[in-house]
């Protein structure tokens, strides 16, 4: 599509007689184009590409930082990784990570999309599931660090919002949730899905403007119940964007840093380390950035690694889609 | 928009169809549970909101669910003035204004000769800018932090600046580029005959088509770089410089900390975002959806 539009533009270019210098017409139209990629490039060059370079080259030392001398260490570092608690705790719980903010609010977000989008939103008009979908969606635009820094004070074990509550109704231990191994890493879950929610449920929202309801229609007639549509339609119907939500997402969890941050900085005993908050602990904390350096690494890697999983299996269910029809 | 006003004549028959077939209880238990999702979310604020006022004497006879017995201002003014709030407030203006601009424009001029000077292998382009877009910070973090320093530029808003612009302009040149990929040859071949230069035509064809795109990006980069935390937490050193969430978080080990001053200054930090959110929903809700549909 994008390349008939290309040539035509060329092909009549081409006839038209151009009263242009004998130099430009040998030159492909797009060169000219290329100064205006230039501040892009160099900016890229600076902040993104060398800065990554330079990253993968740190990681190959043992080095405290700042004046110190950097002395080589190979793939030293790498194999440190691999007998580190640590590291594997930390990429456990990304996959805690993945669960919460991805596996949950993906499935809840589509249930709940499509009752606001299919069920409430006919029954009891548009009104009422665009004020839910707002409310759903609140948490996303405050800064994850006032989410945090708030949800940090009400799950506080001692004068917690939650913890008084309880105490109140007459439970004289409550669970010191954020404080305790065993609660931790649930607690940083729940205000995860909380903080997720409402991004697919937005997408999922506006990808089913897109459904052509006679389809709901036919099937209703037929005598279709709301899960059967649910399933038959709604889910197939949308899934470039599930697509879309679960990479993102994905990403995102893999990377999240500010809510362990101000929830946990990590703690209680690693139990809720991840490993972007795992690297910036080696560099700068314990001052051992070659360390630091190499988690990061891994983390990229293992971040490009998923992001083309999830585009070839989006590739792949393109293409059965297309033959199936 | 043609598919909105597709969908409206539909929506109305399937209206009266349902009220036909169904006035069963079993839409009331749905939309019950709908609200108490929709509780469950609101809940943090609602607490938010009762203790922010309430002084701590008042917390701890009453707890955190009963209203204020008075309106006690203490939590603002200490967080206020701990914080310095006004400085903090204005550097995050600043700073996420500034990057809403140059990351705009920077995403402009590269989608320029993406989209529209269709340069050789701009697949593997964008595929670059998609990737610079997923890269985890950590991985540039230090090497970015040695080289602010060496060019005198550690501690600086510049150096937050000029990292979010092109951050930010790596998602922005995605979107950007696929819109002007579908913008009309006609208009271009049009200028071109009039012998009008192609920075000519940037500003004075393509620009102006489009502005709404732009400005949904800016809003974007604003609210981004407005909630950024690591890289701002590692570059911005002392209080003069920090942003809002930055202060925020780093009263938290304060003792003197206590639930309205928390409280207070969760609401005060949050106030600037919903604002925004609010005076931009439409135009953000859109974009949201452009974002998604490849």
Same mark, same amino acid.
């Given at each position: 599509?994008?390349?008939?539009?290309?040539?035509?533009?060329? &092909? $009549?270019?081409?006839?038209?007689?151009?009263?242009?210098?004998?130099?430009?017409?040998?030159?492909?139209?797009?060169?000219?184009?290329?100064?205006?990629?230039? +501040?892009?490039?160099?900016?890229?060059?600076?902040?993104?590409?060398?800065?990554?370079?330079?990253?993968?080259?740190?990681?190959?030392?043992?080095?405290?930082?700042?004046?110190? +001398? *950097?002395?080589?260490?190979?793939?030293?570092?790498?194999?440190?990784?691999?007998?580190?608690?640590?590291?594997?705790?930390?990429?456990?719980?990304?996959?805690?990570?993945?669960?919460?903010?991805?596996?949950?609010?993906?499935?809840?977000?589509?249930?709940?999309?499509?009752?606001?989008?299919?069920?409430?939103?006919?029954?009891?008009?548009?009104?009422?599931?665009?004020?839910?979908?707002?409310?759903?969606?609140?948490?996303? @635009?405050?800064?994850?660090?006032?989410?945090?820094?708030?949800?940090?004070?009400?799950?506080?074990?001692?004068?917690?919002?939650?913890?008084?509550?309880?105490?109140?109704?007459?439970?004289?231990?409550?669970?010191?949730?954020?404080?305790?191994? &065993?609660? =931790?890493?649930?607690?940083?879950?729940?205000?995860?899905?909380?903080?997720?929610?409402?991004?697919?449920?937005?997408?999922?929202?506006?990808?089913?403007?897109?459904?052509?309801?006679?389809?709901?229609?036919?099937?209703?007639?037929?005598?279709?119940?709301?899960?059967?549509?649910?399933?038959?339609?709604?889910?197939?119907?949308?899934?470039?964007?599930?697509?879309?939500?679960?990479?993102?997402?994905?990403?995102?969890?893999?990377?999240?840093?500010?809510?362990?941050?101000?929830?946990?900085?990590?703690?209680?005993?690693?139990?809720?380390?991840?490993? &972007?908050?795992?690297?910036?602990?080696?560099?700068?904390?314990?001052?051992? #950035?070659?360390?630091?350096?190499?988690?990061?690494?891994?983390?990229?890697?293992?971040?490009?690694? #998923?992001?083309? /999983?999830?585009?070839?299996?989006?590739?792949?269910?393109?293409?059965?889609?297309?033959?199936?029809? | 928009?043609?598919?909105?006003?597709?969908?409206?004549?539909?929506? #109305?028959?399937?209206?009266?169809?349902?009220?036909?077939?169904?006035?069963? =209880?079993?839409?009331?238990?749905?939309?019950?549970?709908?609200?108490?999702?929709?509780?469950?979310?609101?809940?943090?604020?609602?607490?938010?909101?009762?203790?922010?006022?309430?002084?701590?004497?008042?917390?701890?006879?009453?707890?955190?669910?009963?209203?204020?017995?008075?309106?006690?201002?203490?939590?603002?003014?200490?967080?206020?003035?701990?914080?310095?709030?006004?400085?903090?407030?204005?550097?995050?203006?600043?700073?996420?204004? #500034?990057?809403?601009?140059?990351?705009?424009?920077?995403?402009?001029?590269?989608?320029?000769?993406?989209?529209?000077?269709?340069?050789?292998?701009?697949?593997?382009?964008?595929?670059?800018?998609?990737?610079?877009?997923?890269?985890?910070?950590?991985?540039?973090?230090?090497?970015?932090?040695?080289?602010?320093?060496?060019?005198? *530029?550690?501690?600086?808003?510049?150096?937050?600046? @000029?990292?979010?612009?092109? /951050?930010?302009?790596?998602?922005?040149?995605?979107?950007?580029?696929?819109?002007?990929?579908?913008?009309? +040859?006609?208009?271009?071949?049009?200028?071109?005959?009039?012998?009008? &230069?192609?920075?000519?035509?940037?500003?004075?064809?393509?620009?102006? /088509?489009?502005?709404?795109?732009?400005?949904?990006?800016?809003?974007?980069?604003?609210?981004?770089?407005?909630?950024?935390?690591?890289?701002?937490?590692?570059?911005?050193?002392?209080?003069?410089?920090?942003? /809002?969430?930055?202060?925020?978080?780093?009263?938290?080990?304060?003792?003197?900390?206590?639930? +309205?001053? @928390?409280?207070?200054?969760?609401?005060?930090?949050?106030?600037?975002?919903?604002?925004?959110?609010?005076?931009?929903? $439409?135009?953000?809700?859109?974009?949201?959806?452009?974002?998604?549909?490849?």
């Amino acid at each position: 599509m994008a390349d008939t539009v290309l040539t035509e533009r060329r &092909s $009549r270019a081409d006839a038209r007689p151009r009263a242009s210098r004998g130099t430009r017409r040998r030159r492909p139209q797009w060169v000219g184009y290329l100064p205006y990629l230039l +501040p892009g490039a160099v900016a890229f060059g600076v902040v993104i590409g060398y800065p990554l370079l330079t990253n993968v080259y740190f990681s190959l030392f043992k080095w405290r930082g700042g004046m110190a +001398p *950097l002395r080589w260490n190979g793939l030293g570092n790498y194999v440190d990784l691999l007998g580190d608690d640590k590291f594997w705790t930390s990429f456990g719980n990304s996959l805690a990570m993945i669960v919460a903010m991805v596996l949950v609010p993906t499935l809840l977000g589509l249930v709940l999309a499509a009752v606001l989008f299919d069920y409430l939103g006919r029954r009891f008009g548009e009104r009422v599931s665009s004020v839910l979908r707002a409310t759903y969606y609140l948490p996303q @635009i405050l800064p994850v660090a006032v989410a945090g820094v708030l949800w940090n004070w009400i799950l506080n074990s001692q004068t917690g919002a939650l913890n008084v509550i309880l105490r109140g109704i007459g439970i004289e231990t409550p669970p010191n949730w954020l404080g305790d191994p &065993s609660t =931790a890493l649930p607690s940083v879950m729940l205000v995860l899905i909380w903080v997720q929610l409402g991004y697919p449920v937005v997408i999922f929202m506006a990808a089913l403007q897109r459904v052509d309801p006679e389809l709901y229609e036919a099937a209703e007639l037929d005598g279709a119940g709301w899960w059967d549509r649910f399933r038959a339609i709604t889910v197939p119907q949308i899934r470039p964007e599930t697509f879309v939500v679960t990479l993102t997402c994905t990403v995102a969890a893999l990377k999240v840093f500010g809510p362990i941050y101000v929830l946990t900085r990590g703690g209680p005993e690693s139990s809720t380390l991840v490993p &972007s908050y795992y690297s910036y602990l080696n560099f700068f904390d314990k001052s051992q #950035v070659g360390y630091g350096s190499a988690i990061a690494t891994v983390l990229t890697l293992v971040i490009v690694a #998923v992001a083309l /999983i999830i585009l070839g299996l989006q590739n792949r269910a393109e293409r059965r889609e297309r033959e199936g029809v | 928009m043609a598919v909105a006003t597709d969908l409206r004549p539909a929506q #109305v028959r399937a209206t009266a169809v349902d009220s036909r077939y169904r006035r069963g =209880a079993g839409r009331w238990l749905v939309l019950a549970a709908a609200v108490l999702v929709g509780l469950a979310v609101l809940a943090p604020f609602g607490i938010m909101l009762l203790n922010a006022f309430k002084s701590p004497q008042d917390y701890a006879a009453n707890g955190p669910l009963s209203l204020p017995s008075g309106l006690y201002l203490d939590g603002v003014v200490a967080f206020w003035e701990r914080t310095e709030f006004p400085v903090k407030l204005w550097n995050s203006v600043f700073i996420s204004a #500034v990057v809403a601009v140059l990351g705009a424009l920077l995403s402009l001029l590269n989608a320029y000769a993406i989209g529209i000077g269709r340069v050789k292998g701009r697949l593997w382009i964008i595929a670059l800018f998609l990737l610079a877009n997923m890269l985890p910070q950590e991985a540039l973090i230090y090497p970015l932090f040695t080289m602010a320093q060496s060019v005198g *530029l550690s501690n600086s808003q510049w150096s937050v600046i @000029i990292i979010f612009t092109v /951050i930010q302009s790596a998602f922005g040149t995605y979107l950007l580029s696929s819109v002007l990929g579908t913008f009309p +040859p006609a208009l271009l071949e049009a200028a071109a005959l009039d012998g009008a &230069s192609r920075w000519r035509i940037l500003w004075q064809v393509v620009f102006p /088509i489009v502005r709404p795109t732009l400005s949904v990006l800016m809003i974007f980069f604003f609210i981004w770089t407005w909630n950024e935390f690591f890289i701002p937490l590692v570059m911005l050193t002392s209080n003069d410089t920090q942003t /809002i969430p930055i202060a925020l978080a780093s009263l938290q080990g304060d003792r003197m900390m206590d639930a +309205p001053t @928390i409280n207070a200054g969760s609401l005060v930090s949050l106030v600037p975002a919903v604002l925004f959110f609010l005076i931009f929903q $439409r135009t953000l809700t859109r974009g949201v959806t452009a974002g998604a549909v490849k």
